[in-house]
């Protein structure tokens, strides 16, 4: 399964936001993205994505730009890669089994589930719960220690 960059920007977008503080104030796009060398433009998409999806809050103008939503213990990793990805799952069986060779199948023959799609859909079931059981304050306490006060420093510093 392959996934966007889009995904890994905003994960790292909500760490961030985490460290800063949901009081503090917003933090613009332009700023983001100088943290990690992205693109404005694009991230500023993923943002909206997960503003859509009720992740993060966005504010308009001179002091405008995005803040966390909700407590990081509220936010999961599946609600950002949904937001991000979308719902769809990642593997879509046509069944093509009962194409070519298959067409010419005895009745019945196809009456049980592909056992192909099974497991695919079993795989994508426990990625997904993996996901669901992991929120943004798992990701905080997995961090290195410095990486919060780096950062707050290095926001300071483009704040001036």
Known sequence: MKMSEGVEWALHCCLTLAWLGRDDAAVPTSRLAAAFELPPAYLNKCLQLLVK???????????????????????????????????????????????????????????????IAAAMHRAEAAWRRELAAQTVADLLRAAPPTASERLRCWQLAQAR
């Open 53 to 115: 999806a009720g992740i993060l809050a966005s504010s308009a103008g001179v002091k405008g730009g995005f803040r966390l939503a909700r407590a990081p213990q509220q936010i999961t990793l599946l609600e950002v890669v949904t937001a991000i990805e979308g719902p769809e799952p990642a593997f879509r069986c046509t069944e093509i089994r009962q194409r070519g060779a298959g067409a010419t199948a005895a009745p019945g023959e196809f009456a049980r589930p592909c056992g």
